[in-house]
Each structure stands twice: as C-alpha cells, then as structure tokens.
C-alpha cells in the first residue's frame, strides 16, 4: 500500500530556533499534502493544505510566517516551525493524497506523525 | 462551516457486548463521511467511509443525514478493537478533512 513518512519522529529545540519536519510519499507522487497538528488527548487540526510548485493555503488563525509550509516536489512537503516557543510543542502529522483511490475508494494517507518539544 | 462532534471521549465496553461510537455532523452541503481508527503506537487509518458502505472488521455506519449523524457501530466488540476512533468530514468538492474530537474505545476482556 502507499506510504507517507514524516522525519523526525521527535524532536526537540530550544526556545527561538527553527525546526524542520518533513512529510515524504515514498512510493507515490502526491501534488497535495496536509498538515495537521494535534495537542494530548485532542483531535486533529488542519494547519495547512500544502500545494506541489505553489503556495500553501491556510486555515484561519494558523499563522503562515510562523509555520512554513514548502512542497518543492512531488514526493516532499516540509513544515518549518520558524522561532519556536514551547507552546509550539505538539504533535505534527501529514497526510498525503494518492493520485489514485484504492479498493475501497481511499486517496488519503497518514504519516506516522512527528513529536516536538520546545524547551 | 463544517464541524464534527464526537460526543464520547471515552467508551468502554466489555467483549462481546455491542459497540457504538456517536458522530454528529453540521455542513450546508452534501458530505463525504469517514471513519479513521488509530491502534496503539501506529499511524491514523481509514477504517471506513460512507460511500463505499462497506462493512470494515465488522464495523458499519450508516449516514443519516435527516439526523446529520454517522455513528458507527459492531454487534459484538472484540479486544482488539480497542482503539482511538475519529470521525472525519470532507465537504463536497472539497480535499480537506476535518475531525471529531476522537472516542477513545476500551474493550474489556
């Protein structure tokens, strides 16, 4: 079946640095990747939808100069938390949709997700 | 606006006994209903959706959109159903999906 793979799987940074996570369709070419991010014990929420070779949209509220969202190529979106702080800290996960639904109609596919931890 | 409500955080039930997750739903147009289940240390997955109307690992759910519900439902759990159990929305046209808060599902031995 498809896979998506988001590296690191955790991380953690300091106070005012960037981090970068990375979301990968390793067997599949997806133009559009989404970027959710989910507190303990809370639901998924979209941050972004990100675009092969265009801008990401953005939902309302999420900041777009503080949560960079880069997808250069086919296989490859990345999440840049620019200046983070620990209230950043969070689980981030992607999803990334396959050309082509399966058997049972599905196009969408999860990454494993990504801790951070900003101390 | 679309908006998903799971109204159960936590759900438990013992084996064998019949299970019920609630998902309410608010969207102007016509939805496309998921259920997504993610097992213990692993990646979020598609359990089920509703225009496949298929039944998935036993599981059902039928869209109801007089009462804009798709719960989901098996006759008789098993121990490893047990499992954190979201409800997704995608509206019409739409790529995007929004979530329920999650039903964290116990089936007790």
């Known amino acids: 079946g498809a896979v998506v793979s988001q590296h690191p799987s955790w991380v953690i940074c300091k106070s005012g640095t960037s981090v970068k996570i990375e979301c990968r369709s390793l067997d599949f070419q997806a133009t559009t990747m989404f970027w959710y991010r989910q507190f303990p014990k809370q639901s998924l929420m979209l941050m972004a939808t990100s675009n092969e070779g265009s801008k990401a949209t953005y939902e309302q509220g999420v900041e777009k100069d503080k949560f960079l969202i880069n997808h250069a190529s086919l296989t490859l979106s990345t999440l840049t938390v620019t200046s983070a702080h620990p209230e950043d800290s969070s689980f981030y996960i992607c999803?990334?949709?396959?050309?082509?639904?399966?058997?049972?109609?599905?196009?969408?596919?999860f990454g494993e997700g990504s801790w951070l931890t900003v101390v | 606006a679309q908006r998903v409500t799971q109204p159960e955080k936590l759900l438990s039930v013992f084996k064998g006994a019949p299970v019920e997750l609630k998902c309410n739903y608010s969207?102007?147009?016509?939805?496309?209903l998921f259920w997504y289940v993610q097992y213990s240390r692993q990646r979020l997955q598609l359990l089920l959706r509703h225009i496949s109307r298929e039944s998935i690992k036993g599981f059902t759910a039928d869209l109801n959109k007089g009462e804009t519900s798709f719960h989901l439902k098996k006759p008789f759990a098993q121990e490893e159903d047990s499992a954190m159990y979201y409800c997704a929305l995608s509206g019409q046209g739409a790529q995007k999906l929004v979530f329920g808060q999650g039903t964290r599902l116990t089936i007790n031995p």
């Open positions: 969207y102007s147009g016509s939805p496309e």
């Open positions: 999803s990334a949709r396959h050309p082509a639904p399966d058997s049972s109609g599905n196009t969408i596919y």
